[in-house]
């Protein structure tokens, strides 16, 4: 399994922009479908976008298209979340996850091998 590494969070104001990364040890992080989850106080955690192999499909949950965007570069090993026109709602931490298993809509709710620790994000009103 790879290591994952998140940055990037922080304290931002409703309609900012943030870009989360998601750093990825290992030589192989390219046979990795990569997914974002969040998981706010209180509620249970939810997938927020995810990115194939090699970038060719993504996935979003409806409330954030449009808004965030997933990219990757193999070489650096590492993937990325664009978030625009940030809303309180969107106050969690944000945890990268990794698994060696083809992006489809089963298996986003199918366990992920690899997470990472977590980089909180914040958006006040």
């Known amino acids: 399994q790879v290591q994952l590494v998140e940055s990037g969070g922080g304290l931002v104001q409703a309609g900012d922009s943030l870009t989360l990364s998601c750093a990825a040890s290992g030589p192989t992080f390219r046979s990795y479908t990569v997914a974002w989850f969040r998981q706010a106080p209180g509620q249970e955690r939810e997938s927020v976008a995810a990115?194939?192999?090699?970038?060719?499909?993504?996935y979003y949950r409806d409330s954030v298209k449009g808004r965030f965007t997933i990219s990757r570069d193999n070489a650096k090993n590492t993937v990325w979340l664009r978030m625009r026109t940030l809303k309180p709602e969107d106050t969690a931490i944000y945890y990268c996850?990794?698994?060696?298993?083809?992006?489809?809509?089963?298996?986003?709710?199918?366990?992920?091998?690899?997470w990472g620790q977590g980089t909180q994000v914040t958006v006040s009103a």
């Open positions: 990115i194939s192999w090699y970038g060719v499909n993504t």
């Open positions: 996850a990794a698994d060696q298993k083809p992006l489809t809509i089963a298996s986003m709710s199918a366990p992920f091998g690899s």
